[in-house]
Nanobody, 118 residues
Framework: QVQLVESGGGLVQAGGSLRLSCAAS????????MGWFRQAPGKERDVVGI???????YYIESVKGRFTISRDNAKNTVYLQMNSLKPEDTAVYYC????????????WGQGTQVTVSS
């Protein structure tokens, strides 16, 4: 069983920055695909970016150049650095882990609220 604990959300003005952290339990973190997702009010949960264990990273178009995913395998932690935030980035942000054995996001964090004021 893997537990994911997120932190770092909050209220920020447009143009500001936040860094979200997602700490994972377990000893095989380096083999996980880690995803960041968000869910805005009244909308479905969508992917924001993905970090594969081999180093490849994917971002959705709307956050490219503004958001950066990084991971520290020694600390079992993945980060989402969010710069130049916009009101439309307001959402609950979730991290998720996909073990290599399943390839599915079997584990989810509790979510952290990010609110960007205009």
């Amino acid at each position: 069983q893997v537990q994911l604990v997120e932190s770092g959300g909050g209220l920020v003005q447009a143009g500001g920055s936040l860094r979200l952290s997602c700490a994972a339990s377990g000893r095989t973190f380096s083999t996980y695909t880690m995803g960041w997702f968000r869910q805005a009010p009244g909308k479905e949960r969508d992917v924001v970016g993905i970090s594969w264990s081999g180093g490849r990273i994917y971002y959705i178009e709307s956050v490219k150049g503004r958001f950066t995913i990084s991971r520290d395998n020694a600390k079992n932690t993945v980060y989402l650095q969010m710069n130049s935030l916009k009101p439309e980035d307001t959402a609950v942000y979730y991290c998720a882990a996909a073990p290599s054995s399943t390839g599915k996001y079997d584990y989810w964090g509790q979510g952290t609220q990010v609110t960007v004021s205009s």
